[in-house]
T-cell receptor
Framework: DAMVIQNPRYQVTQFGKPVTLSCSQT?????MYWYQQKSSQAPKLLFH???????NEADTPDNFQSRRPNTSFCFLDIRSPGLGDAAMYLC???????????????FGPGTRLTVL | AQKITQTQPGMFVQEKEAVTLDCTYD???????LFWYKQPSSGEMIFLIY??????QNATEGRYSLNFQKARKSANLVISASQLGDSAMYFC??????????????????FGDGTTLTVKP
C-alpha cells in the first residue's frame, strides 16, 4: 500500500547531541512537510518542500534543518536538541498542482523524540 | 490570517450515540477547504473528511458527516453511532485555496487545538 513511513518511531537522544529523523513516501507526492507536535497541542509546521524548493516557517529555530535528496525521502536534522525539543515529529505529504487545489495531507505515524 | 477554533477540549459520548465536534474558522479568502483528522494515541494523523468552500452539499464519509454553515463559518464534525475505536483526538484544519506558493500561507494547513473524544461503553 502507498504510504508515508517514518523511522524510527521512537528516538532518544542526549541534550546537545545531533539527531536525524527520516521520512519516506511511496505516494509520489510533490510536497513534503515536517510538523512538531507537543502533547495535547496542534501540530506546528516547521517547514516544507515543494518539489526541491524549501520553505522555512518564520518562527522555526535555526536548530532545525531539513534535506530532501529525492522525491521519496525527507530528513529532519536537529543540530543541538534541547529539552524543549522533545515532541512528536510528524511528516506529511500532499500532491499539489500548479493550478491550485485543496488536497488532503497524508501523515506518517510520527517519531516521538525524547531528549535526556 | 487563517484561524481555526475548537472550543471543546474534551468530549464524552456513549457508545452507539452520535456526537458533534465543533469547529469555527476565520479567513478572508473565498476559496478554502476544511479538513478533519483523527489522531489516536498511537500518534498517526488520519484524514477523515473534506469540505470545500464552494461545495453546496455537506460532505459525508461513512459515519462521518460535516455540518458546514458557511455564513457562520462553522464546520462541525458529526460522528454517528460512536464506537469505542473512535476515542481519539480530533483536529479541524483549513487550507486556503489558490496556487501553492512558497513563502506565503497558500497551501498550508492551519490546525485547531483539537478535541479529545472519549467513547464510553
Amino acid at each position: 500500500d502507498a504510504m508515508v513511513i517514518q523511522n524510527p518511531r521512537y528516538q532518544v537522544t542526549q541534550f546537545g547531541k545531533p539527531v536525524t529523523l527520516s521520512c519516506s513516501q511511496t505516494l509520489n507526492h510533490n510536497v513534503m512537510y515536517w510538523y512538531q507536535q507537543k502533547s495535547s497541542q496542534a501540530p506546528k509546521l516547521l517547514f516544507h518542500y515543494y518539489d526541491k524548493d524549501f520553505n522555512n516557517e518564520a518562527d522555526t529555530p535555526d536548530n532545525f534543518q531539513s534535506r530532501r535528496p529525492n522525491t521519496s525521502f525527507c530528513f529532519l536534522d536537529i543540530r543541538s536538541p534541547g529539552l524543549g525539543d522533545a515532541a512528536m515529529y510528524l511528516c506529511a505529504t500532499s500532491r499539489e498542482r500548479t493550478g491550485g487545489g485543496l488536497n488532503e495531507q497524508f501523515f506518517g505515524p510520527g517519531t516521538r523524540l525524547t531528549v535526556l | 490570517a487563517q484561524k481555526i477554533t475548537q472550543t471543546q477540549p474534551g468530549m464524552f459520548v456513549q457508545e452507539k450515540e452520535a456526537v458533534t465536534l465543533d469547529c469555527t474558522y476565520d479567513t478572508s479568502d473565498q476559496s478554502y477547504g476544511l479538513f478533519w483528522y483523527k489522531q489516536p494515541s498511537s500518534g498517526e494523523m488520519i484524514f477523515l473528511i473534506y469540505q470545500g468552500s464552494y461545495d453546496e452539499q455537506n460532505a459525508t464519509e461513512g459515519r462521518y458527516s460535516l455540518n458546514f454553515q458557511k455564513a457562520r463559518k462553522s464546520a462541525n464534525l458529526v460522528i454517528s453511532a460512536s464506537q469505542l475505536g473512535d476515542s481519539a483526538m480530533y483536529f479541524c484544519a483549513m487550507r486556503e485555496g489558490g496556487p501553492f506558493q512558497l513563502n506565503t500561507n497558500a497551501g498550508k494547513s492551519t490546525f485547531g487545538d483539537g478535541t479529545t473524544l472519549t467513547v464510553k461503553p
